[in-house]
């Protein structure tokens, strides 16, 4: 197999991860009143030669500040991180080629496995800077990881131990539990500045070092005190290594730019020399993309608007996600729904096709059931596997009969639950995107005719998964699957630890308050949390591949959540005004996930997107 730029290192080359996996709709608040020419759209691509700027303009959620902040260590909420114009301002070690199923480094140099000793070993490139001219060394790795440790970061389940090697620009992490997927965690992660977080480190440091843990008191606060971190002064504290920095003055309620920092890796080979991102969620950015001001964006924009942008000759591009949306019960108020039989009733009495097709060609249902995206199922499953899974097709006589056996009782049209309460329940969702809410509306719909009722209430996107985190909702919209990784085991750190207990805690909540030690009928008692794990456990392909479906098929026993929807992109990219083209869908770069690996973003790196 191939290994990691720069050739393996130790006795083993990397194993390459599988397919890939990717996540739904983004968005924030509040269109304002903008400024200048990148704001009334007059701004000008730019032909290198007359002296104007050459401008991009994209659109992401931000928060703006007080709230919106600068501490962009991961896991931290309410960050001005920007999504997938992140790693033009803090570089990771590399972006992967979904198709192709290969790396491109950017802050990495070298990586690879050793099963001898039980390592991954991780190499950046000799000679960076960050933007005030300090060097970039295995010390910003070390501190971005030990913090990240602070903020429950899956990639410690398989690591123990982090250390920078005799070089200084290489940093060996110890495995305790070896997994091919340690590489994506690490390769993908942002690397931040040890200047910034050193602090936090060295508490961490000697909490771990002296036998603490997060749970106990001072790990407790150290995570508080981490999360509540916020640079004073940004433009001098906050250091960025990428090809773009924030210019700290621009940000406004409607926009902010990016300026071109030269002494970011990458900078000589991106044809643009700002970006300006327009704020806001698909309702607020609608009126800006229409008006031609935006070259790209990756909202989840209704089909009719999308009809409109095709219209005024944008171009629609239809990137597969790998995940979508789909329905999370809080396990802790509603006591009905741990009986697994609830869960698995309420599944059968949602048509998921009716609650997908409002996204007409961007929207499919779930058919698998099996906790990642149906596309990868087959390179996953044997096709033993996939005919034990249960599909839940839509039948509401057989969730009326599932319901009855687990105690539920239907008078008069509606039903109680098994300690004689109305089945009716609030569902919230963000308010602001429009195919969680058009779900929502549907399964209240269906639910109701089936005799549960649901009313709505929408809370801002912004707050509602943190709602959720802390366990105040009943039913929810959420997105399923995994945001940016290539692999079945990250869909399932999606469904059964993201707002769940394990890192529902960061929040002082449990999430769904789903109990990650189960009995099922295919295994008996499991440890989800183990069973997880193990399937992203180890060095051995095929091995995992007997993981994941072990994984796949307790997901789709106990329906942790209840996946509604697989989303594809309907990106809009505005051609030949301040971009002069994307590749054609055929181009293989075309087929990365648009929340994980965005080909946009690479395309910037490799100097294959030109101005107009």
């Not at 499919?364 to 087959?378: C, N, R, T, W, Y």
């Not at 301040?578 to 055929?586: F, T």
């Not at 990365?592 to 107009?612: E, I, S």
Request: aromatic residues 10%; proline residues 6%; neutral net charge.
């Amino acid at each position: 197999m191939p290994v990691t730029p720069g050739g393996p290192i130790g006795s083993l080359s990397r194993r390459r991860l599988l397919e890939l996996v990717g996540l739904g709709a983004v968005g924030t608040a509040a269109a304002a009143t903008t400024t200048a020419c990148a704001a009334d759209g007059r701004g000008n691509g730019g032909d290198g030669k007359s002296g104007k700027a050459r401008e991009f303009h994209g659109a992401w959620p931000y928060q703006v500040p007080p709230k919106g902040h600068f501490n962009l260590m991961s896991g931290v909420t309410d960050s001005i991180g920007l999504g997938m114009y992140l790693d033009l301002i803090f570089l990771p070690g590399g972006m992967w080629y979904w198709k192709e199923q290969k790396w491109e480094p950017l802050l990495g140099e070298k990586w690879g496995f050793d099963e001898k000793t039980g390592t991954f070993s991780y190499t950046i490139r000799k000679g960076l800077t960050w933007n005030d001219g300090s060097p970039i060394t295995g010390q910003d790795v070390l501190t971005t990881f030990t913090c990240r440790r602070v903020m429950r970061q899956t990639e410690w389940q398989f690591v123990n131990k982090v250390e920078i090697a005799d070089d200084e620009h290489t940093v060996v992490f110890t495995m305790n539990n070896p997994s091919t997927v340690v590489e994506r965690y690490v390769v993908r992660a942002a690397v931040f500045p040890h200047a910034m977080y050193r602090g936090f480190a060295k508490r961490a440091t000697e909490l771990f070092d002296s036998g603490g843990s997060l749970d106990d008191a001072d790990g407790k606060k150290l995570n508080e005190d981490l999360q509540a971190y916020r640079p004073k002064n940004p433009e001098k504290e906050v250091l960025t290594s990428g090809p773009f920095r924030y210019d700290f003055g621009s940000i406004t309620n409607a926009q902010l730019t990016l300026r071109k920092n030269d002494k970011g890796w990458g900078a000589d080979r991106i044809k643009f020399d700002t970006i300006t991102v327009f704020n806001g969620e698909t309702t607020d950015v609608t009126p800006v993309v229409l008006a031609k001001n935006v070259d790209y964006a990756t909202h989840g924009f209704p089909t009719a608007t999308e009809k409109e942008l095709i219209g005024k000759g944008f171009r629609i591009i239809r990137p597969p996600t790998y995940a979508g949306g789909g329905l999370f019960l809080n396990l802790d108020k509603l006591p009905e729904f741990r009986d697994v039989r609830a869960r698995q009733g309420l599944a059968h009495a949602i048509d998921r096709r009716l609650a997908a097709e409002v996204g007409g060609d961007s929207y499919k249902p779930v058919q698998l059931m099996a906790g990642f995206s149906d596309i990868l199922v087959p390179q996953w499953l044997s096709d033993a596997d996939q005919a034990r899974l249960n599909h839940y097709e839509h039948d509401q006589d057989k969730a009326a009969s599932i319901l009855t056996a687990a105690g539920w009782t239907r008078r008069g049209g509606r039903w109680l639950t098994p300690q004689g309460k109305p089945a009716t329940y609030e569902i919230n969702y963000p308010a602001e995107y429009f195919d969680y809410v058009a779900a929502a509306q549907s399964i209240t719909r269906q639910l109701k005719s089936f005799g549960i009722q649901l009313n709505m209430r929408g809370v801002t996107f912004t707050q509602q998964p943190i709602d959720l985190d802390k366990g105040r909702f009943e039913f929810a919209m959420q997105g399923w699957g995994a945001s940016s990784a290539p692999h079945p085991h990250f869909s399932f750190v999606a469904a059964f630890f993201t707002h769940n207990i394990p890192i529902a805690a960061n929040q002082g909540g449990k999430g769904i308050a789903f109990p990650l030690t189960q009995n099922t009928k295919a295994f008996g008692k499991v440890d989800l949390e183990k069973v997880v794990n193990e399937a992203g456990a180890g060095l051995d392909e095929q091995k995992q591949r007997q993981n994941v479906a072990i994984a796949a098929r307790a997901f789709n026993e106990l329906l942790p959540i209840i996946p509604i929807e697989e989303r594809y992109g309907n990106n809009p990219a505005l051609q030949g005004v301040r971009v002069k083209e994307w590749p054609p869908d055929s181009d293989p770069v075309m087929l990365d996930a648009p929340y994980a690996d965005n080909f946009t973003t690479l395309l910037m790196f490799k100097g294959k997107l030109d101005p107009a």
